[in-house]
C-alpha cells in the first residue's frame, strides 16, 4: 500500500509540472510479450540505486549491500557440494528410492539376500552415471558461465578518472558502463547518455525474444542529450525502481536529484542485458539489475518436462511388474512356510538363528518376503528408465542429424527443446495449425487494393508473384555464390566493433535460443546483415497502371485540383491520403542499407529533383533535426511555401479545407521553452566528430547505385524494418507509388512524396495494434494544412463500424460516401474470397479543439498508474470514430513450400488437421483449398451463428445431416465432411452445453477451420480436443498468439520464422518450415514411437525372463531365497551384459526405410493406435517371458536332476542359455541390423564369458557362499554344456520364431505389407494401395 | 559471411548435419526379412539335426549302466533308521548290509556314489553357512570363523570350530563298503580310491590346511570339531594327504548340490586284480555303518554305482528332448510347407486378383 501511495504522489508531482511531454507510449510495442509475460508483482520493495563513486561511499555501502553483482553462475553445484547436492537431487527419483530400499532392506539381517556390498552396486552405477552426466553438463555451463563473466566492458572507475575495462562479473550496481555501437549490454541499465543527438539508442533483443527489429530507448529526460557526455563524477542523483522482476515490458522508477526534483523512469529507459547496442554510437548508463537480477536472467527458465503417452502406458505396466513381484513374493513366502512346517524334526539344513532356536514358519515366511523382493528386483525394470533417457538422447540426436529438416535459407536445423517426448510424436491425432506463417510463409506481398470504391486489381503485380514463386528456390542457390564480394565490402562499412562478443551474447540467455541467422540471399543484396528486411519479393510492388497513371496526374507539376467535379477532386484527395496512411500509419523503422543499423536521418543531398528547394528544406531538416521537439516541419514548410508559389500550387491538393492552426499555439510554447532548456547544446559543435566520417563513408560506398536510381533518389536503398510484415508490405507499396517514407523519428516522419518533396509529419501519437481493437493509428500534424489528421487501418469489420455515419449536409457527397463503403465491400469479400489479407484504411481530420479535448483525456490516460493500459485503450477508442473511408488492401501470403503435400500426407496419415486462425472465414476457406485442407470433392460445412441456441440447433442439424449422408446412398469413401466454424460460433460451441454436441460433430468431419478465433479460443479447442477426446495431440505456430495453444497441446512445435522467438521458446521441437513437420511426424515420429515401445516390451520381457528363473528355482531349494548364480554375474547381467544392446536396438531399429514411410503415411496408422505396445502385446509378450524362461530353466534341470552337480554349476548352462536366448531374442525383433548392432551383440556375449571366465579362475575366496571358483572352466570342457546351451535356445525361441514367420507370411498386417512394397516397383505399390 | 552473428570468416552452413550414413541413419542394414525360402530350409535342416543328435545321444546314454540301491530302510537298516530317529542315541554305533545283483558287468571305470533325498544343501541360510577363508587354511580364520557360520562357529566357552558352518557339521558320514560276491561264500571286498574325487581345483587351490601341513594336529589345535562330528577334521582319514580341510569326502560334500536330490561321489574303483575291467555281473552286498539320521526330513539314501561316458552319467533326458525336438520341427515345417504351398498366391499375389 505505501508504494502505492509514494508512486501516486510521485505521478501527481509529474502531471503537475509541465514539463512532462514526453510519455509516448511506446511503439516498439508490448503486444507480443503481453500474451505470455504475466507482470510480476514485485514483492513490495523498491531499489534505490546510488552510483558507484567514492563521494556516496557510504550510502552506497549501506544500500547496494545486498544486491547482486554481475557475476552469474547458472551452475547447479559447486566442487564442493556436488557429492552431496547431487546425491540429494537424484534421491527424489521414486527409482533411485527402489534400489535404496532394497539395499536398506539387505541391511537387515533377516531378510539379507546377497552379500551386503553387491546390492549396493546398481546404485552406485546408477548414480554415478546420473552424476556424471549432471557433472559434465554442469562443467559446461560452469566454462559457459566463465566466457560471459570475463567478457569486458567499460566501466567508470573513480580512480582512473575515466572508463576502463572490465569483467562483465566485476560489474555493480550503480557502475556507469560506457557501451559502443554492437556491443552487447551486461546489465540491466538505465540510459543517461546517448551519443545521438535525440537522446535515443537503439537495441537489438533477438537474444531476449529473438525479434529483429530494432527498439528504441530514451534517455532519462533532464539529462544532457546530446554533444557531451555525462560526467559520472557530477552524477549526483538517485535512482529509485522497482525490485528485480521478470517483466520484460515493464520498468518503474524515477530519478532524484539532489534538489528533491524527481523524473520518471519506464521501460524505454532500461537497456536490458542481452541485448545489443545498434545505429548509435555511444551510449553510458548507470547499473540498476546485476547478474541474476537482471530480467534477462529472470526469464531464464529451464528446459520443459513432459511426460509421454507411452511412459504413462509404461507405468501402468509397471505397476504390473511389481504386482507380479509381489506375486512371486508372496507365493515363496507361503511356500517357504510350508516348506517349514513340513519338518517334525529341525533338519540339519535348517540353519538355527545364533542363538539356537529356529524361526516360527510364519516368521520365517514373513522374513523370505522380503528376502525374495531383494532376489527379484530385477523384476522392476529400473535400469529402465536410465536406458529410456539414454535412448531419447540418442533419438534426439538423430532427429537434429537429419539434413532433411535442415533449412539452407535460415541455417538452422530442427531444435529439440523437449527431451522426453520423441515418441510422442509417433502417436499424433490431432494436428492445431495456426496459419499465417505456419502454412504460409508469413512474407506479406501487396498484391491489389481498392480506393474510394474503385479496385485497382494490379494485375503485372499478380503475374510477379507467381513468377517468384518459382524463382525463390534457385534464387538461393546462385545468390550465395556472388554475393559473396558484396557482403564483404557490408562487412566493412557495418562497423562491426566486438565481433565475437556478439556471437558469445547469443547465449547469454539460453542456449538453446538458435540465432535467427538470415540467409541472405534471401534479403536485398545491400542487407545482408538483417533478416527483418523484406525480401525483394516483398519490396518490389508493380504499380497498376491504371492508378499510377491517376496517380502521376495529380502529382505531376502541371495538375491542378479540379474543382469543378466533386467526385473526381474527393477521388485524387483519396488517393493521395490512402498513399499516405500507408506510408505514415505504421511503426516501421528506416534504414539505410549500407549503414544498416544506421538510422535514416540524413536524407542525402543533392540527388533529388526539387534541388535548390530541397537544399533549403535539408538544412531546415537538420536544423530541426538537431533541436528536438521543435515543430519545425510545420513552420519549415509554411515559409518555404510561401517563398516557391509552384509548390505551394502542388500541395494544393492538402488545401480543401486550410485552417491555420490555432491550438498550437500552447503546446509550442512548451516546446519551445523546452527547446530553451537544450539551448546550450546547440552550441556545441552540430555534428558529431565520431559520427560524421561513418556518414561519409556510408555515401561514399555507393556512388554507382546513386547514379543509376536518379530518377528515385534514394528510394531503392531504403530498408524497412516493421513489426508484422503487414506494414512492410504496405510502406513497400506506398513506395512503389513514389510514396516513399524516407525516415522515421520519434517525433517526426518523413516521406518523401513524388514531384511534391519530403513532407515532414509531425507525429503526435501512435495508438499501437491490439488484437481487441484490431486496429492502429497514428495522430500526425499534416505538414501542409496543418491539421491533426488521424489515419487508422485495421480489420475491414472493425474499420467498417466505426465510420462516419452521421448525416450531412451534402446528399450527394452522402451518397458517394455510401457507394465507396459498399463498393468497399464488395472488394473486401472479393479479396477474402481470393484467399488475401484484407486491410481497410481509413482517416479522420480532427480539429484543433477536438484533439485536445481528446489529448486532454489521453494524457491522463497515459500518466494514470492505475489501469493505465485500459485508461489507454478507452482513449484510443474514443479516438477512431467517424473514420472516413479511404479503401482497402489485400495482401497476399504465400504458402509455404510444400504445404499441401505435407497436409495432404498427414491426411493420409489419419491426422486430423484443425486450422486455426484469426482470419477471415473466406480468407481462411481459401488457403485452406490451396493448401489441400479441403478438397473440392468434399463438402464444407459452415456454422456462423450469433447465438447459443443457433448454435445449438445448427450444430444439430449439421450431425443429423453429415450421418444420413454417410450412411445414406451417396456417401461413399471420397466424400467426406470438412467444418468451417467462426469465432463467435466456436465460442458459442465451447459453452460448457454444447461442447460434447460440437465434439460430436467435429468427429464426423475430415477438417476444421476455425476462423476469428482469438489466441484463448485456440488454446481452449486445443486443450478440449485432448481431454474430452483423450487424442494426442500437436499444436502448431509461429507467433505470439499460438503460445498459449503450443503449451497446451501434447506436442508443441513452433517455427522458427518472421515472428519472433515466443513460440519457439514455449515449444518442445522448433522446425523452419511445415513442411519439415511431415518427416518429423511419419519418419521420425513412426521410428521413435516403434523403437521405444519396441525396445520397453523388450526390457520387460528381459527381466521378467531372467528373473523368473530364479523364481522356478525357489521350488527347488526350500523356498529359501537362494540363487543358482553368483550373485556378481546375477547383478550384472541386468546391468552389463544385456544392457547395450536394447539401447541400440532403441535408437538405431527401423521398421521401415525412410522413404518407404514418406511414401505411405498410412503406415503412420499404427502409431496411433499404439499397435507396437498394445496391452495386449504386453501380456503376450509376459507370456513368451514366461515360457522362454520355463524352458530355460527346466530343460537344464531335467538333464543335471538327480547328477551330483552343484549349485552354481548348474546356474552356469542356465545364465548362459539365458543371454544367449535374450541377445538372439533381439536379433529376431530388430528390423535391420547394422555393424554397430553387431558389434554391441557379440560384444555383450563375449564380456559374459570374458567375464565369467576371469571371475571363476581368480576368485578362491571371494564372494563367499557363492564362489565360482572353477567352475566355468570345467564347463567349458564339458560337452554337454553346450549341448544343453544349444537345444534351450532354440527351443526357447523357436515359438517367437515361428509366430513371427507365421505373421508375415499367412496374416501380413498393412505395415507387414508396406514392407513387401519395399521391393516392388512405385507402379505395382500404388496399384497395392489402391487394391 | 551471411552470418550476422558469427564471427568473420564463418562458415555458412555451421548448422546443417553432416550429411553421414550413419547420421542419417542410412547405414547399410541388414534385414532379416522371414520368407518361406529361407525359414523352411531352416526348419527342415535344424528338425533333421536335432533328431540325429537326439539319436547320438540315446546310443551314448543307452551304453551307461547305473545301479541304484536304496538302503534307507531295507532290510536290517530299518532298525538302524529307527534307531537314528532318536537323538539321544546318536552316539551309538549301528551297522547294516544290503545286497544287490549286477545282471551285467559294469565295463570300465566305475564310480560309487551315496544319494540323498529330501535334503535341501542348496537352502540359503544352510548355504551361506561356511567359511571359505578358513577352509583355504588361513591361520586367522581358522581361529576366527566367519559370522556367516553363526551358530556353528565357536562352541560356548569360544573354541573355535574347523571346519565351522552348518554345511560341514552336517556331513554325510555313513561309511560304505561294497563286497563281491562271486559265489555264496566267498566275500570279495571291492577295492575303491577315495581319493581324486573332487575337482582338481578344489582339492589344490580351494581348499587347504593350515600350517604346519605336516602336523595337523598342531595346525589344528585350538579348535574344535564340529557339534555333530565324532572326531576332529584332521582324523578323517587314516591317509596322511587326505586329513584334515583336504579330505576329499569333505570337500564333496562342502559343495552344495543343486537340487534336493543328489547324489555324490563316494569312491572309484581301483582297477586292479578282478575288477582290472569293471565290476563283473553277478551278487554284491553294501556294509553300511548306518550314522546318518534322514528319518526327520523324510530323506532317503541310496547307493549308486555307475560308469560314465562322454557324456558324464546316465543321462537319458538330453537324447530324448534333442529327438523330440527335433521330431517337433519337422511337424511344424512339414505344416509350413503345406501351408506355404496351398496360399503362397495370397500374401505376394494380391496384384493378381
Known sequence: ?1331 | MSNRKGPPGSQPFMKRPDNTAFKQQKLPAWTPTLKAETVLPFFFLSGVACITIGVLLIITAAGVQEMKVDYTEERDCADCYSLRLDRAKSTSDCACTVSFSLSEAFKGDVFMYYGLTNFYQNQRHYMVSRDDAQLVGRQYNLKNPSITCVPFDKYKNGTPIAPCGAIANSIFNDTLQLFYHSDKNTETPVPLLKTDITWFTDRTVKFQNPSPKDNLTAAFSGTARPFYWRKPVYQLSVEENNNGFVNEDLIVWMRQAAFPSFKKLYGRLNRTQEFNDGLPAGNYSVKISYNYPVGKFKGRKSVILSTVSWLGGQNNFLGIAYSTSGAITLVVAIILTVVHLKFRKKPLGLEEE
Request: aromatic share 10%; net charge neutral.
Open chain 1, 1 to 1331: 500500500m505505501g508504494d502505492q501511495m509514494q508512486w501516486a504522489r510521485f505521478r501527481w508531482q509529474r502531471l503537475v509540472s509541465a514539463e512532462a511531454s514526453y510519455s509516448r507510449e511506446d511503439t516498439f510495442s508490448s503486444r507480443r510479450c503481453s500474451t505470455t509475460y504475466q507482470p510480476s508483482r514485485s514483492g513490495g520493495k523498491h531499489r534505490t540505486v546510488i552510483p558507484c563513486l567514492a563521494r556516496f561511499n557510504e550510502e552506497y555501502e549501506k544500500v547496494s549491500k545486498s544486491y547482486m553483482n554481475n557475476s552469474i553462475r547458472t551452475t547447479k553445484y559447486t566442487l564442493l557440494n556436488f557429492i552431496p547436492m547431487n546425491l540429494f537431487e537424484q534421491f527424489h527419483r521414486a527409482a533411485n528410492l527402489y534400489f535404496l530400499f532394497i539395499v536398506v532392506l539387505n541391511w537387515v539381517p533377516v531378510v539379507e539376500a546377497f552379500q551386503k556390498e553387491i546390492t549396493v552396486i546398481p546404485l552406485v552405477v546408477v548414480l554415478t552415471v546420473i552424476a556424471f552426466k549432471d557433472g559434465l553438463e554442469d562443467y559446461r555451463r560452469y566454462n559457459f558461465d566463465k566466457q560471459i563473466n570475463n567478457i569486458l566492458t567499460k566501466v567508470y572507475s573513480k580512480k582512473h578518472q575515466q572508463y576502463i575495462d572490465k569483467c562483465w562479473k566485476e560489474v555493480h550496481v550503480g557502475d556507469f558502463i560506457r557501451l559502443s555501437c554492437n556491443e552487447i549490454i551486461p546489465a540491466d541499465m538505465v540510459l543517461i547518455h546517448s551519443s545521438d543527438p535525440d537522446g535515443i539508442c537503439h537495441i537489438e533483443t533477438a537474444n531476449l525474444d529473438g525479434e529483429t527489429n530494432l527498439k528504441q530507448r530514451q534517455v532519462v529526460k533532464g539529462f544532457p542529450e546530446q554533444g557531451f557526455e555525462v560526467n559520472p563524477e557530477k552524477f549526483n542523483s538517485r535512482i529509485e525502481c522497482e525490485s528485480p522482476n521478470n517483466d520484460l515490458n515493464r520498468f518503474r522508477g524515477f530519478v532524484e536529484h539532489p534538489n528533491k526534483e524527481r523524473v520518471g523512469l519506464y521501460k524505454d529507459n532500461l537497456l536490458l542485458r542481452g541485448c545489443t547496442i545498434r545505429n548509435t554510437e555511444a551510449v553510458v548508463g548507470i547499473v540498476v539489475y546485476a547478474g541474476h537480477e537482471t530480467k534477462a536472467m529472470l526469464n531464464n527458465s529451464g528446459p520443459r518436462y513432459k511426460r509421454s503417452k507411452l511412459e504413462r502406458r509404461l507405468n501402468v505396466d509397471v505397476l504390473w511388474s511389481v504386482v507380479l513381484l509381489l506375486l512371486m513374493c508372496l507365493t515363496t513366502a507361503i511356500g517357504h512356510g510350508i516348506w517349514l512346517n513340513n519338518f517334525a524334526e529341525d533338519p540339519p539344513f535348517v540353519v538355527p538363528e545364533p542363538n539356537g532356536k529356529q524361526t516360527q514358519p510364519a516368521l520365517a515366511g514373513f522374513y523370505m518376503f522380503w528376502t525374495m523382493i531383494i532376489v527379484l528386483q530385477v523384476l522392476i525394470p529400473i535400469s529402465l528408465y536410465v536406458s529410456i533417457e539414454i535412448v531419447k538422447l540418442g533419438q534426439i540426436f538423430f532427429i537434429q542429424s537429419d539434413i532433411d529438416l535442415y533449412n539452407k535459407k535460415l541455417d538452422s536445423t530442427i531444435q529439440c527443446r523437449a527431451l522426453n517426448i520423441t515418441e510422442d510424436l509417433g502417436q499424433i491425432q490431432y494436428i492445431f495449425s495456426d496459419k499465417t506463417g505456419t502454412l504460409t510463409e508469413n512474407k506479406m506481398v501487396f498484391r491489389r487494393c481498392s480506393i474510394a470504391g474503385v479496385e485497382y486489381s494490379h494485375k503485372d503485380n499478380g503475374k510477379r508473384l507467381e513468377l517468384y514463386q518459382d524463382v525463390d528456390s534457385d534464387d538461393e542457390e546462385y545468390q550465395t555464390g556472388t554475393l559473396n564480394t558484396k557482403s564483404d565490402l557490408k562487412a566493412q562499412s557495418c562497423k562491426t566493433l566486438n565481433r565475437p562478443r556478439s556471437s558469445s551474447s547469443l547465449n547469454t540467455l539460453t542456449d538453446r535460443c538458435p540465432s535467427l541467422h538470415v540467409g541472405y540471399a534471401q534479403t536485398d543484396t545491400h542487407s545482408p546483415c538483417h533478416m527483418a528486411f523484406s525480401s525483394r519479393m516483398e519490396r518490389d510492388v508493380v504499380p497498376d497502371p491504371q492508378l499510377l497513371r491517376k496517380y502521376n496526374l495529380i502529382s505531376s507539376p502541371s495538375f491542378m485540383p479540379d474543382e469543378s467535379s466533386e467526385s473526381g477532386s474527393l477521388e485524387t484527395k483519396y488517393i493521395i491520403e490512402f498513399f499516405l496512411a500507408l506510408a505514415v500509419c505504421n511503426t516501421v523503422v528506416v534504414s539505410y542499407p549500407n549503414q544498416p543499423r544506421q538510422r535514416a536521418r540524413f536524407p542525402d543531398i543533392g540527388r533529388t529533383p526539387l534541388k535548390s528547394l530541397e537544399e533549403v528544406k535539408q538544412l531546415f531538416q537538420r536544423f530541426s533535426v538537431r533541436r528536438f521537439n521543435t515543430p519545425s516541419s510545420l513552420n519549415g514548410t509554411d515559409s518555404l511555401s510561401n517563398s516557391t508559389s509552384s509548390f505551394t500550387s502542388r500541395l494544393s491538393i492538402f488545401k480543401t479545407r486550410t485552417k491555420t492552426p490555432t491550438l498550437f499555439k500552447g503546446k509550442e510554447e512548451n516546446i519551445s521553452e523546452s527547446s530553451q532548456k537544450d539551448q546550450p547544446s546547440e552550441n556545441q559543435p552540430p555534428c558529431n566528430i565520431e559520427y560524421q566520417p561513418e556518414v561519409e563513408e556510408a555515401a561514399g560506398s555507393l556512388p554507382s547505385k546513386s547514379e543509376s536510381t536518379t530518377t528515385q533518389p534514394g528510394a531503392g536503398e531504403l530498408n524497412y524494418e516493421a513489426e508484422s510484415p503487414d506494414e512492410a508490405a504496405l510502406v513497400h507499396a506506398a513506395r512503389a507509388y513514389k510514396c516513399t517514407l524516407q525516415a522515421r523519428t520519434p517525433d517526426q516522419l518523413t516521406v518523401q512524396l513524388a514531384a511534391v518533396g519530403d513532407l515532414n509529419f509531425q507525429l503526435l501519437h501512435i495508438l499501437p495494434f491490439d488484437s481487441v481493437r484490431k486496429r492502429m493509428s497514428v495522430v500526425v500534424r499534416h505538414p501542409v494544412t496543418g491539421q491533426v489528421v488521424v489515419y487508422s487501418k485495421g480489420a475491414d469489420s472493425v474499420i467498417m463500424d466505426l465510420l462516419d455515419n452521421s448525416p450531412k449536409d451534402d446528399i450527394q457527397l452522402e451518397k458517394i460516401l455510401r457507394k465507396i463503403k459498399e463498393q468497399t465491400q464488395k472488394h473486401l469479400d472479393d479479396y477474402a474470397r481470393e484467399g488475401l489479407r484484407t486491410l481497410c484504411i481509413a482517416y479522420k481530420v480532427l480539429s484543433d479543439a477536438e484533439y485536445e479535448e481528446w489529448l486532454k483525456l489521453h494524457f491522463l490516460a497515459e500518466t494514470s498508474i492505475v489501469n493505465r493500459e485500459e485508461l489507454l485503450l478507452e482513449s484510443a477508442v474514443k479516438l477512431e470514430t467517424n473514420l472516413i473511408l479511404l479503401g482497402a488492401t489485400g495482401i497476399v501470403d504465400r504458402l509455404q513450400e510444400g504445404v499441401p503435400e505435407t497436409i495432404e500426407a498427414l491426411q493420409k496419415a489419419g491426422i486430423k488437421i484443425w486450422v486455426l486462425t484469426g482470419d477471415k472465414q473466406e480468407t481462411a476457406i481459401n488457403i485452406a483449398y490451396s493448401c489441400k485442407l479441403l478438397r473440392p470433392t468434399e463438402k464444407v460445412v459452415t456454422a456462423n451463428c450469433n447465438s447459443k441456441d443457433c448454435c445449438e440447433v445448427l450444430l444439430n442439424t449439421l450431425i443429423k445431416e453429415i450421418g444420413e449422408s454417410v450412411h445414406g446412398p451417396s456417401g461413399g469413401p471420397g466424400s467426406g465432411f470438412s467444418l468451417v466454424i467462426d469465432g463467435k460460433t466456436l465460442e458459442y460451441a465451447l459453452h460448457e452445453s454444447l461442447v460434447e454436441t460440437f465434439l460430436e460433430l467435429t468427429k464426423q468431419c475430415r477438417a476444421v477451420v476455425c476462423c476469428r478465433s482469438t489466441p484463448l479460443q485456440k488454446s481452449q479447442v486445443v486443450k478440449l480436443v485432448r481431454e474430452k477426446l483423450e487424442v494426442l495431440a500437436l499444436a502448431i505456430g509461429d507467433g505470439a498468439n499460438d503460445v498459449s495453444m503450443i503449451q497446451v497441446a501434447d506436442v508443441g512445435i513452433g517455427i522458427s520464422g518472421q515472428e519472433g522467438m515466443q513460440a519457439v521458446m514455449s515449444s518442445d521441437f522448433a522446425i523452419s518450415r511445415f513442411k519439415h513437420l511431415s518427416k518429423l511426424l511419419l519418419v521420425h515420429g513412426h521410428w521413435c514411437y516403434t523403437r521405444l515401445a519396441n525396445m520397453v516390451l523388450y526390457f520387460f520381457y528381459k527381466n521378467v525372463a531372467y528373473v523368473n528363473l530364479l523364481f522356478w528355482y525357489q521350488f527347488f531349494c526350500g523356498f529359501s531365497g537362494s540363487t543358482m548364480t553368483n550373485y556378481w554375474i546375477l547383478i550384472f547381467f541386468n546391468l552389463l551384459f544385456t544392457s547395450a544392446p536394447p539401447v541400440i536396438y532403441g535408437i538405431l531399429d527401423k521398421d521401415f526405410p525412410a522413404e518407404t514411410l514418406t511414401r505411405l503415411p498410412e503406415l503412420y496408422k499404427s502409431g496411433q493406435s499404439s499397435e507396437a505396445y498394445l496391452p495386449s502385446t504386453f501380456w503376450l509378450t509376459m507370456l513368451d517371458a514366461f515360457y522362454q524362461s520355463l524352458v530355460c530353466f527346466f530343460l537344464p534341470y531335467f538333464v543335471y536332476a538327480d547328477s551330483d552337480i552343484s549349485v552354481f554349476s548348474f546356474g552356469m548352462p542356465i545364465n548362459t542359455c539365458a543371454l544367449l536366448i535374450i541377445l538372439l531374442h533381439l536379433v529376431l525383433e530388430s528390423k535391420t541390423l547394422t555393424w554397430i548392432h553387431a558389434v554391441v551383440l557379440i560384444g555383450s556375449g563375449l564380456f559374459y564369458f570374458v567375464f565369467a571366465v576371469i571371475f571363476s579362475a581368480t576368485c578362491v575366496t571371494c564372494n563367499s557362499p557363492a564362489n565360482p571358483f572353477g567352475i566355468m572352466e570345467k564347463y567349458m570342457s564339458d560337452p554337454v554344456f553346450f549341448l544343453v546351451c544349444v537345444l534351450t535356445t532354440v527351443v526357447a525361441l523357436l515359438p517367437r520364431f515361428l509366430y513371427r514367420y507365421v505373421q508375415s507370411i499367412l496374416f501380413p498386417t498393412p505395415t507387414c505389407k508396406a514392407a513387401q512394397f519395399d521391393k516392388m516397383t512405385p507402379e505395382e505399390c500404388s496399384r497395392e494401395i489402391k487394391a
